[in-house]
C-alpha cells in the first residue's frame, strides 16, 4: 500500500495519474489524495478498478518528533515556526468550515519536497491561532523565538501564518528583530491543504529557497499570480493583502518585490535594496505600547473619537487621512473640523500621525493648506509609510522611547525599509 | 495682443510653439500661458524677442454670465456644477500652497474645447470647498442641484470636485439620484491648472463626451494613465481613490470601468452594464443618517471603541474586517475579543456591517468559523462592497428605514451597482 511522501502511478477507471501521496481525510479512507506534477492536489476515488503502483518510496519524513526529520549534508538548517492559520488547516467535513488544525508534521508530509530542500532543524508550535485572533503578544512571542533560532545555528526561519493579519506580523518582526543577518519567510495559504488549489505547498518551497538566499530581510513569501508560477518575496513592511480570497492576494505597496522565486529554486533578484546574510548575532526588541490606534478618516466623522481616545489615555494614533494627507479643518459646519481635536490630543502628549487612506503613495504636507495647518499644529506625517505599518511601528518606537520629540524623530527614521525614497513608477497596482 | 482662447503660434528667442491661449496667473504679467496641442500647458517668458501670431481668434468664451456661453445647435444642454478642489485651483505664488480659487469661468477658460463638445447650459456654484472640508450636506445639495437641472432639460451634468472624497461623493450621488436617465460626471485634477501636468482639461473634455454618451449612470471620469491617453469612467459605487498624487490615481474596485474615453470623443465600452439614457423623470433622496461610522479593525484593536458608540448612541456601523470578514472572536486574551461588543451593539439596535479591509475581493461568512461566529451574532456581510461606498449606502438606508431588519435587507439589494455578483478576474489591480 503506497504511503504518505511516495511517488506513484494510479490508474483508475478513466484516467492516469502521477503524483505524490499526500495525507487525506480521516473521513474519506477511499480516496487517494495526490499532488500532482502542475502543484494541484485531487482525491481519487480508489475502488475495485484502481491500479496504484509505487514509482519512487519516500524516506525523507520518518515520525513525528522533529529531531528525526532527514538531515542531508549541505543544506541549510532553518526552523519552521507554525503560528496556525489556514496553510495549517483543513475543511472539518462535519461542519464544512475551515478549522481542523493539522500538525506540523502533516502539513509536511504534504509538502515532501521541503526536505530536500533545507534540513528543517526544529519545528516550533508557540501557539495555533486565526491570525485575526493574533495581536502584539503573539508578534512578540515570534520574534523572541526567531531571535533564539538565529542565534543558535538556523540559517533561516519560515513562519507560517493566516493570511488576515500576515502583513501586520511581517511589519513586526521588521521592527523587531534588529540587526537581522538570516532569511525570515512568513508564509500562508489562500486555499486549506487539501483543496485542489492548494496554495500553501508552493508557496512553502520558495520560503525554504528564500531562507537559502543571501536576502537578510523578513519577507512574506506568496503566490505572484493566481496561477502556481512563481512567488513574491516582498519586504514585511511594505506588503499588504489586497484581496479576499486570490492566491496571489499579497501585494508590494510603494515597493518592488525583493524577487521572485520559483519552485525549482531559481531566485530572479527584482528589488536590490536589502541587507545580505552575515554571520552576525541577531538581537530582539520586543516591547510594544498597546495604547495606540488605527482610525480610518471619513468625510462627517465626528472628531469627539479623538477625545474619546485621548480621555481613554492612548499614547498615540495613526489617523488614515485622505490625499497627500487631509482631513476636515474648514468645513462649513465647524463642529466637523478635526483640527481642534487633533491640537487638544498633541497638547496632551498623544503622538499623532497621518498615513495614506489611498494606500499607495506619498503624503505631502506642502501642497494644499489644510494639510499645512495639521502639520503647523503638530501632526507627524510619515510619507509612504502604509497605515497598518505605521500603526505596528508606532507601537514598537512608544515602546522604548516616552520623549514625545524623540519618537517623532524615531517615526520618520528609515528602520526597516517602511520609508522608501524613491517609489518606482512600476509598483503602482504591482 | 492675444487673449484667453486664441491659437497661437509663438517664436521665442530659442523655440517655437502653437497653442491656446489659457489664462495666467496675475503674479507673473510677462508670461504667457498656453495650452500646446499635447494637452501639457506651459508658461513662456514674454521679452521684446517673443513673437505672437494669432492663427485663430476664440469667439466661444464672451463674458462671465453663463447664458452667454456660445450654444451651437445639436450640441447636448450640459450643466456644469463647481464645487472646489485642485481642478478649479492654482497656486498662490506668496505661499507656494495650492488654494486661489477659479471662478467656473476661469475653469471654462483654461479648456476651451469645452464649449465645441456640449453646450454648457448653466454653470452652478453651491460650495466652494477642498473636497476632504465636504460630508453628507455638501452630498445633498449636490444630488439636489442634479435633480433639478436634470428635470429642466439639462441632458447631462457635469460635477468638478477636489479628489480626496470624490469616490465618496461618487456613492453618494449613485444612491441619492434614483431612476437615473441621464449621464453625471464628477470629475477632479490631481494638479492645479497653471501646472503644465495640469489633468482637469483632458478629464473636463472627457466628461463633456460622457456626457453626450448612452452612460445614464454616476461616473468618475479621471485618467486611466499617467500620461494624456485617454479616461476611464468609472462606477460612483465602485471608485477609488488609490495613490495620492498619480494622475490615475482613480481605479475601479471589484469592476470594469463602464468605457474608456478619448480626447476626441471616442468612447469604448468595456462594461455594458448600465442604465441607459431616457427622457424620464429623476427624483432625489437626499436625506443622510449622520450618525454612523466606518471603523477599521486592527490587530490588538480594543473592542470598548464600540461600546464608545453605542453610548453615543450611533444608528450603525461599517467595520472595516480583515480576510474574508473577520475580526478578534477566540484570541488567547479574552479582553481582545470583539464577539462581545459586537454582540451588544447588535442588541441595542446598531445595525454592524462588514465590509472587506483588503479593498479588493468579497467576504464571505462560510468559510471560517469565526466568521460564521460573527454571522450568527447578526453581522451583515457586504459581500464586494467597498468599505466607503459601504458608509454611504448605510447614512442613506438609515435616513429612510428605521426598521432593522428592513434596512438590512435593503442593504443587501443591489442599488446602485455597488453589488457586483461576479466579479471579472481582470479587474484586480486594473
Known amino acids: 500500500m503506497a504511503k504518505v511522501g511516495d511517488r506513484v502511478k494510479v490508474q483508475s477507471s478513466d484516467t492516469n495519474y502521477e503524483g505524490t501521496v499526500i495525507p487525506s481525510s480521516d473521513k474519506q479512507k477511499d480516496v487517494l489524495m495526490l499532488k500532482l506534477n502542475s502543484g494541484y492536489n485531487i482525491g481519487i476515488k480508489i475502488d475495485k478498478n484502481t491500479k496504484i503502483n509505487i514509482i519512487g518510496e519516500f524516506s525523507g519524513i520518518k ?13 541549510p538548517n532553518v526552523t519552521l515556526i507554525a503560528t496556525g492559520g489556514t496553510i495549517g488547516s483543513k475543511v472539518d467535513y462535519k461542519t464544512g468550515a475551515v478549522h481542523m488544525l493539522m500538525s506540523p508534521d502533516e502539513l509536511i508530509a504534504n509538502v515532501p519536497e521541503l526536505t530536500e530542500i533545507v534540513n528543517l532543524k526544529k519545528i516550533l508550535r508557540p501557539f495555533s491561532l486565526a491570525s485575526e485572533d493574533m495581536s502584539s503578544a503573539e508578534w512578540q512571542k ?17 513562519v507560517t501564518h493566516g493570511t488576515d493579519t500576515l502583513h501586520y506580523t511581517g511589519a513586526a518582526l521588521s521592527f523587531m528583530l534588529k540587526n537581522l543577518s ?18 500553501g505547498a508552493m ?18 513569501i506568496m503566490h505572484a499570480e493566481p496561477s502556481d508560477s512563481y512567488c513574491f518575496a516582498i519586504r514585511g513592511t ?47 526588541e520586543s516591547r510594544f505600547e498597546n495604547k495606540i490606534a488605527l482610525i480610518k478618516y471619513f468625510p462627517g466623522a465626528d472628531p469627539a473619537i479623538l477625545d474619546y481616545f485621548v480621555k481613554e489615555k492612548y499614547k498615540g494614533m495613526i489617523i488614515e487621512a485622505t490625499g497627500l494627507g487631509h482631513v476636515a479643518v474648514q468645513p462649513l459646519n465647524k463642529k466637523n473640523s478635526w483640527l481642534g481635536a487633533i491640537k487638544n490630543a498633541i497638547a496632551k502628549g498623544v503622538l499623532v500621525c497621518f498615513a495614506p ?9 506642502f501642497v494644499y493648506s489644510n494639510a499645512r495647518m495639521l502639520h503647523d499644529a503638530g501632526v507627524l506625517y510619515l510619507g509612504d509609510m502604509l497605515p497598518e505599518t505605521a500603526y505596528v511601528k508606532l507601537g514598537h518606537v512608544l515602546a522604548y522611547e516616552k520623549h514625545i520629540e ?9 528602520m526597516a525599509g517602511e520609508i522608501n525614497e524613491k517609489i518606482s513608477e512600476e509598483s503602482f497596482l504591482y
Open 357 to 365: 487612506q489611498t494606500i499607495y503613495g506619498r503624503l505631502d504636507p
Open 238 to 284: 511594505k506588503a499588504r493583502k489586497m484581496h479576499t480570497s486570490r492566491r496571489d492576494a499579497f501585494r508590494p505597496i510603494n515597493d518592488l518585490p525583493f524577487a521572485k522565486i520559483w519552485k525549482d529554486g531559481r531566485i530572479e533578484i527584482i528589488n536590490k535594496n536589502f541587507r545580505e546574510r552575515k554571520d552576525t548575532k541577531v538581537s530582539v
Open 63 to 75: 515520525a513525528s518528533p522533529p529531531e528525526k526529520y532527514s538531515h542531508k549534508p549541505g543544506l
Open 203 to 220: 508557496n512553502l518551497i520558495c520560503a525554504a529557497h528564500y531562507c537559502k538566499s543571501n536576502i537578510a530581510e523578513v519577507a512574506i
Open 406 to 414: 524623540q519618537a517623532k524623530k524615531m517615526m520618520l527614521e528609515n
Open 182 to 199: 538570516k532569511p525570515i519567510a512568513i508564509v500562508g495559504g489562500q486555499r486549506s491543504s487539501d483543496r485542489g488549489s492548494f496554495d
Open 142 to 158: 515570534i520574534a523572541e523565538e526567531v531571535e533564539k533560532e538565529l542565534n543558535s545555528g538556523a540559517d533561516g526561519v519560515i
